[in-house]
């Protein structure tokens, strides 16, 4: 799967941006989905995942109530709905695809993550 991650840009701490996946994979409702950032001088870390079905959602504690994924898989896209940005949330933001049997699984260990996109900035200003 070939992944792009797009939307990148700057926005004033509180604003709000969307960042979108397409396509996230053929058929898109194969893979379990995630949204992983790497902020300067510090290492990637897992931000959400979302199961196949998109009914499953996990968040890391930094971003819960402010961001959001959500999966189309007829239009094969992922989104990461980012509001109440921070100046910390500054990253580039990589979108990524693991695969599971289950529909209802999601996954937050990136090294089960096989497909990755290239990441977009997100930067933040206080």
């Known amino acids: 799967v070939q992944l792009q991650a797009y939307g990148g840009g700057s926005v004033q701490a509180g604003g709000f941006w969307r960042l979108r996946c397409p396509p996230c994979?053929?058929?898109?409702?194969?893979?379990?989905m995630g949204w992983f950032r790497q902020a300067p001088g510090k290492e990637r870390e897992f931000v959400t995942t979302?199961?196949?079905?998109?009914?499953?959602?996990r968040y890391t504690d930094s971003v819960k109530g402010r961001l959001t994924i959500a999966r189309d898989n007829t239009n094969n896209t992922v989104y990461l709905q980012m509001n109440g940005l921070k100046p910390e949330d500054t990253a580039v933001y990589y979108c990524?695809?693991?695969?599971?049997?289950?529909?209802?699984?999601?996954?937050?260990?990136?090294?089960?993550?096989?497909?990755w996109g290239q990441g977009t900035l997100v930067t933040v200003s206080s």
């Open positions: 994979g053929t058929p898109c409702s194969t893979y379990v």
């Open positions: 990524a695809a693991a695969f599971t049997a289950y529909s209802t699984f999601y996954v937050i260990n990136e090294y089960e993550y096989r497909d």
């Open positions: 979302i199961s196949r079905n998109g009914l499953n959602t």
